[in-house]
């Protein structure tokens, strides 16, 4: 379970955040949008305690993260570019990710596998560096990267951005598998409203950092987010 | 048509955001020109008087037998250091400009750069001495033209040759063979290329040649960059081929093997850190300054070497951990990473990287066992000592680094800041203290004993101070990350 509570977060008069609270039950597929400058990523960086709230804190499974780092173990994100190591082929990466999430290269090379379809044969033996790889796959790398050592929470950042059709459809189909048996608690943000609310239980629309929606998904839920962007 | 390049240039320079720089930076930067400006002036001046009081015979023949060495480290300084004009090319490519003029800006722009007016500086003034001796005016010119004509060929040929590393190692291998072969007298390649030197100053036309020469590579350049102004050709940013490596025998250090491992691929395939490792090796030779020469009486000045030569690696890389990470610092910060492993890994890498030093420095015990002392001395302490010193100084220096580029690789005004600055006085001054207070009390050598005993006890709390560093770390976490990420955006 995720918490925040009393979360703020200001730079100098500006509040880009403000949640008295937020709970997150575990297991839940977790979907965060609003427009630019709402605040999802300035959520998604106090849950990596990447940056220091105001006031409040988060709660990762019994973790307070601004405090202990033993939230790290079970967390998994992908925010941006700068969570690749450009000079790093795909492969190493992986098994940098691995190692230091105690997998052994058979077990990553085993995942690997099953994200061949995913990979679309852009990914493996390429012999390219990261840095070298088109935004598209970079993202690709950096999404599969997150699944590596059976993580608990899973963050991803505008997941579907910059993927071509297929493989958003594809992204959309691993997501789904991934929280069915409803282990992990995966947040996902996203501008495109009709894949968040194909993947995500629960949405919650952000606007000037405050939560302005929170809805279960339901046929209707597409027409009512789209509604209330509209307006 | 040049107007509007001109004032694209004169906005890129002025709002750039190393123009806004502190004004302590400013100075400092005015003086190391001058410094340099200075001395290639007094060399220009002093190199007539200077050859022929040694009695090397005819100063310009002198000068020309050595010109071949400086014109190919003029381009090899150039290789490593020297922009090349194609960065700012890609978003004139969408406007209405002709592709000749672009090419024409580009290329003429280099001509201004200070690797081709800095040289003035030593052939003006040595020109003039020749003029005032007994050498013929007009010949004299000749000679001069001539070799303005070469360097700025240089100029041309680092267009041509940049990013062409399997061209350019090579050529350097076989120019230090030259060199040592020089040396040693096994073969002389001055003897051949001598005469053409000299040939612009006893045959003034020959000097065409080299115009001619200068002519042909700026018409080389211009052709090659007019035919590869596309993004997919000239334009495009140099891709390596990638090769997934793995050093099992690094494994069995667990974790920290596992980040040695990334260090050791991030100094190999990244532009920037091999520069840092060049430099960290030019470190090397640092002391023959001290070793030899007026310093040779002052010992305290043999410490202050011991530590540089042995620390090269150390100052240059050292001070910029944990910039070298800084274009993943987020995922570092994420992922299951210990701050203790995190260091420790870089703390050996400087730890092994000053022992090679140490090792390769073996040649001083050419000039007796108590310059090697001094370096092993230096090494005891930089390990001991100042390993942990750049650590902890490495975490206000919060400069993203751009692997991909040189750009700024000989330091970078935000390094300067005051408690860097600071943490210098443990790094160098403290060892000359110590050392000095031995040498007042005792001798030298029980000097050099209590600078290595200080660099004993600094080991010995390894752990303590390790502590103190991931405090440090933990505590300008935050302030690191957003820094970092100033740069992305």
């Given at each position: 379970m995720i918490q925040a509570k009393e979360l703020t977060k200001k730079y100098g008069s500006q509040t880009v955040l403000d949640l008295p609270e937020l709970i997150i039950p575990k297991g839940e597929s977790f979907g965060l949008v609003g427009n630019n400058g709402a605040g999802k990523t300035t959520f998604f960086s106090l849950l990596l305690d990447l940056i220091q709230p105001t006031t409040g804190g988060i709660d990762n499974n019994g973790v307070l993260v601004q405090q202990s780092e033993a939230w790290k173990p079970f967390t998994a994100a992908f925010?941006?570019?700068?969570?690749?190591?450009?000079?790093?082929t795909p492969e190493e990466y992986f098994y940098f990710i691995g190692e230091l999430r105690g997998q052994s290269r058979a077990e990553v090379d085993a995942l690997m596998h099953s994200f061949e379809d995913f990979f679309h044969g852009e990914i493996l033996n390429q012999k390219k560096y990261l840095r070298d790889l088109s935004k598209g796959n970079q993202k690709k790398v950096g999404i599969t990267a997150t699944f590596i050592g059976n993580p608990e929470v899973i963050i991803l950042d505008e997941p579907f951005a910059n993927l071509d059709p297929t493989t958003q459809i594809r992204l959309k189909g691993i997501i789904k598998e991934l929280t069915q048996n409803r282990e992990i608690t995966a947040l996902i943000s996203s501008h495109d409203l009709v894949h968040v609310t194909e993947v995500c239980e629960r949405i919650v629309v952000l606007d000037k950092g405050a939560v302005v929606r929170d809805i279960q998904t339901s046929p209707e839920t597409l027409k009512e987010l789209e509604d209330f962007f509209a307006g | 048509m040049f107007k509007h390049f001109f004032k694209l240039q004169w906005k890129s320079f002025f709002r750039s955001s190393s123009f806004a720089t502190n004004l302590a930076f400013k100075i400092l930067m005015v003086f190391v020109v001058i410094y340099f400006i200075v001395v290639f002036l007094s060399l220009g001046i002093g190199a007539y008087f200077i050859i022929e009081n040694a009695g090397l015979g005819d100063p310009l023949r002198v000068v020309n037998r050595f010109l071949i060495y400086y014109l190919v480290m003029d381009l090899y300084m150039r290789y490593m250091l020297q922009k090349m004009p194609v960065t700012n090319i890609r978003p004139l490519l969408y406007l209405p400009i002709k592709k000749n003029s672009v090419v024409s800006y580009s290329l003429g722009k280099t001509v201004l750069s200070f690797f081709n007016w800095s040289h003035a500086f030593f052939f003006i003034p040595f020109s003039i001495i020749l003029l005032t001796k007994d050498y013929t005016p007009l010949q004299v010119i000749s000679w001069h033209l001539g070799i303005m004509a070469l360097f700025l060929t240089n100029n041309f040929l680092n267009i041509l040759i940049n990013n062409q590393d399997r061209v350019f190692y090579p050529l350097l291998v076989v120019l230090a063979v030259l060199g040592i072969s020089q040396y040693y007298g096994w073969f002389d390649v001055t003897t051949y290329t001598a005469p053409i030197f000299d040939a612009f100053y006893d045959l003034s036309w020959t000097a065409l040649i080299s115009w001619m020469l200068l002519a042909m590579v700026i018409w080389a350049s211009f052709r090659y960059f007019r035919r590869h102004m596309y993004l997919d050709a000239g334009l495009a940013l140099k891709k390596q081929e990638g090769k997934t490596e793995?050093?099992?025998?690094?494994?069995?250090?667990?974790n920290l093997g596992t980040f040695l491992k990334n260090d050791i691929k991030l100094i190999r395939r990244n532009k920037r850190s091999r520069t840092t490792v060049i430099v960290s090796l030019l470190f090397l030779f640092y002391g023959l300054i001290f070793f030899t020469g007026p310093y040779e009486k002052f010992p305290i000045a043999y410490v202050f070497a011991g530590i540089f030569t042995s620390g090269g690696f150390l100052f240059t890389f050292g001070q910029y951990v944990p910039s070298w990470d800084s274009s993943y610092y987020p995922l570092m910060m994420s992922q299951n990473i210990r701050y203790k492993e995190y260091l420790s890994s870089k703390w050996y890498l400087i730890i092994i990287a000053t022992l090679i030093s140490t090792f390769l420095a073996v040649f001083y015990l050419y000039f007796g066992w108590k310059t090697y002392l001094a370096i092993l001395v230096g090494a005891i302490y930089n390990i001991g000592v100042n390993s942990y010193l750049v650590l902890w100084g490495g975490a206000y220096v919060k400069t993203p680094i751009d692997l991909t580029t040189n750009k700024k690789a000989f330091g970078d005004k935000q390094a300067f800041n005051g408690k860097t600055l600071l943490l210098t006085i443990p790094k160098l001054i403290l060892p000359l203290l110590i050392f000095w207070i031995g040498d007042r009390i005792w001798n030298q050598t029980a000097g050099y004993l209590m600078v290595a005993l200080a660099g004993v006890i600094g080991f010995a709390f390894k752990d303590l101070a390790f502590k103190q560093i991931e405090k440090v770390y933990k505590k300008e976490k935050y302030k690191t990350l957003s820094a970092y990420r100033e740069k992305a955006a």
């Open positions: 925010i941006d570019e700068s969570f690749l190591i450009g000079y790093l | 793995d050093y099992v025998w690094l494994n069995r250090f667990g």
